[in-house]
């Protein structure tokens, strides 16, 4: 705290991120990163860029990382918008988009820091009930509102929503702007990317870190018409020109190339998933469907807190929210490496 500090800034609620710890040989599952190395081309594409070159600045439409995305999805560039990690993108969108008369919606056990945006950019938000079965649950939200945003997988519970319910919603929700973040789609979900030529008013947004590998980057994109496209880039460069560095624009280009390399890491950490959960299953947990590379569970008998104070202290680290109430007994566990997530399975044992 500061005397110079505004009224505004005290009264911020910041997100807190997931801890990135100092200490070496943690297994960590707690921030949802790719426990496989990012691609070996998009490795060899940052050597070659490092040199001489990073005297100079970058695109500043980082044209040529758009045009690789816009390949991949089968878009125009002009539907394809580049920010430093999909938060920025995130951030551009609330404070440009969601600035409304009318209070947007989210869920109201979501990714936290949509929140987070409401209140630096003084948004209004209503927050919608997950389902029993803590599924997003998109019909029963209210037609009158400025906007809606919502994760597919959502996070932190991982459950997809089918892409039919997306675009029921977009068929009935026609005059505010409806966001899918799609952080985590490529582990299972279906990509509202499809449905951006028919639906004026949808803007996907996806990250490299995750999927790609690339969380140290901070690369993440947006796909929607080319007028959404035009707005976000009008709130970009209203404030930073480059966003993307040189490494990270060559580093983005070659991940997305790499098909082979995105696909055998995806299908290994799908495989993984899948025994995790059943391992899981088989020591009591209730673990909830993931489309995402974690999972989100619970022990009957076990408190959240408690479990995952005890695997830190066998040096495992996962993720346990306090807040709200109704999460609090779960744990949302990282997908890891084989040896990560047996070595998660021996510290649970050690504790059950
Ligand atoms: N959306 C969701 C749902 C996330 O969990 C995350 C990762 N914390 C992000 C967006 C942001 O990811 P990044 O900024 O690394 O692209």
Redesign the pocket.
């Known amino acids: 705290m500061s005397r110079y500090w505004s009224r505004f800034v005290h009264d911020l609620e910041p997100y807190v991120?997931?801890e990135q710890p100092k200490m070496a040989r943690l297994v960590k599952l707690n921030?949802?990163e790719n426990p496989f190395g990012p691609s070996p081309r998009a490795l060899a594409a940052i050597e070659a860029a490092n040199g001489d070159d990073l005297r100079l600045y970058p695109d500043p439409d980082a044209s040529a990382l758009k045009a690789a995305i816009g390949e991949y999805y089968g878009v125009p560039v002009d539907q394809v918008f580049v920010g430093?990690?999909?938060?920025?993108?995130?951030a551009h969108l609330f404070m440009g988009f969601f600035r409304q008369d009318k209070p947007i919606l989210f869920p109201d056990i979501?990714?936290s820091?949509y929140k987070v945006y409401c209140g630096l950019y003084g948004i209004e938000y209503q927050t919608q009930p997950l389902d029993d079965d803590f599924s997003i649950h998109l019909a029963a939200y209210p037609a009158d509102n400025g906007g809606i945003i919502f994760?597919n997988p959502?996070?932190?519970t991982g459950r997809p929503l089918p892409l039919a319910e997306i675009e029921a919603l977009l068929q009935r929700n026609t005059d505010s702007l409806v966001v899918v973040?799609e952080?985590?789609v490529d582990f299972g979900g279906e990509s509202a990317i499809a449905l951006v030529a028919r639906y004026p008013n949808l803007l996907v947004?996806?990250?490299?870190?995750?999927s790609r590998s690339l969380?140290g980057l901070?690369?993440?994109f947006a796909v929607g018409q080319a007028p959404l496209i035009d707005g976000l880039e009008r709130i970009k460069n209203s404030f930073n020109s480059y966003p993307l560095d040189r490494l990270a624009i060559a580093a983005g280009i070659a991940a997305m190339e790499d098909v082979a390399w995105f696909k055998q890491c995806v299908d290994a950490i799908v495989a993984e998933r899948d025994a995790l959960t059943a391992a899981l299953t088989a020591r009591g947990f209730e673990v909830l469907p993931s489309a995402a590379n974690f999972v989100f569970a619970r022990h009957a008998a076990h408190q959240g807190e408690t479990l995952a104070a005890g695997l830190r202290e066998q040096g495992v680290i996962v993720r346990h929210f306090k807040r709200p109430e109704r999460i609090a007994a779960f744990l949302r566990i990282t997908v890891g490496t084989p040896e990560q997530n047996r070595a998660l399975l021996d510290a649970l044992d050690t504790l059950l």
Do not use: M
């Open positions: 991120p997931g921030t949802n430093n990690g999909s938060d920025e993108v995130l979501t990714y820091f994760p959502n996070a932190p973040d952080a985590y947004t996806q990250t490299f870190s995750k969380a901070r690369i993440g």
